[in-house]
Antibody, heavy 120, light 111 residues
Framework: QLQLQESGPGLVKPSETLSLTCTVSGGSVSSSSYFWGWIRQPPGKGLEWIGT???????HYNPSLKSRVTISVDTSKNNFSLKLTSVTAADTAVYYC????????????WGQGTLVTVSS | QSVLTQPASVSGSPGQSITLSCTGTSSDVGSFNLVSWYQQHPGKAPKLMIY???KRPSGVANRFSGSKSGNTASLTISGLQAEDEADYYCCSYAGSSTHVVFGGGTRLTVL
């Protein structure tokens, strides 16, 4: 059974870089059938897609975040990572990682999510 | 502001059927049969309920069904149960440059 687990600091200072890693177990990030994505949810608000990566390194980013986002994949460690630069309080959210099917672009399963707070 | 438009809230009584809407454009919902729906209970991660407009993953009750007409996708829940009370989000593929977009979510209340 595929599982995803987010990890990283829960508190980041304004203007700094948010860094998270999603570790995949029970499956491989090198599968040709899947992308690997990041989605966030500010407290009390809806879901926002951040970006997606393929095992080859091909990425797709939300145009509204593209200038600040980098997603990378490490096939040797079976994980993928998110970096978001120049964070502000508006970036405070629960960050989820999820597997996205290439065939139909649906996200399943999801990690449990990790709350990242941007505050000094 | 979300790209896909969903009503903020919907309510229904146990046993009733309700339909949640998700309105996009000809660049996303209208162009691709790649709409998915997610159920999210408070404090939990979203769960895939419908993919490719109308397909149900294994384990999802057949009370949940999806459809699409033009730029609007719909999720219908029949025989409403208390456990269906949750937030529901739609998502659509939107082409190679935008990739995917989510709706703002609908809070379903079971009266």
């Amino acid at each position: 059974q595929l599982q995803l687990q987010e990890s990283g600091p829960g508190l980041v200072k304004p203007s700094e870089t948010l860094s998270l890693t999603c570790t995949v177990s029970g499956g491989s990030v090198s599968s040709s059938s899947y992308f690997w994505g990041w989605i966030r949810q500010p407290p009390g608000k809806g879901l926002e897609w951040i970006g997606t990566i393929y095992y080859s390194g091909t990425t797709h980013y939300n145009p509204s975040l593209k200038s600040r986002v980098t997603i990378s994949v490490d096939t040797s460690k079976n994980n993928f990572s998110l970096k978001l630069t120049s964070v502000t309080a508006a970036d405070t959210a629960v960050y989820y990682c999820a597997r996205e099917a290439v065939a139909d672009n649906c996200f399943d399963p999801w990690g449990q999510g990790t709350l990242v707070t941007v505050s000094s | 502001q979300s790209v896909l438009t969903q009503p903020a809230s919907v309510s229904g009584s146990p046993g009733q059927s309700i339909t949640l809407s998700c309105t996009g454009t000809s660049s996303d919902v209208g162009s691709f049969n790649l709409v998915s729906w997610y159920q999210q209970h408070p404090g939990k991660a979203p769960k895939l309920m419908i993919y490719e407009v109308s397909k149900r993953p294994s384990g999802v009750a057949n009370r949940f069904s999806g459809s699409k007409s033009g730029n609007t996708a719909s999720l219908t829940i029949s025989g409403l149960q208390a456990e269906d009370e949750a937030d529901y989000y739609c998502c659509s593929y939107a082409g190679s440059s935008t990739h995917v977009v989510f709706g703002g979510g609908t809070r379903l209340t079971v009266l």
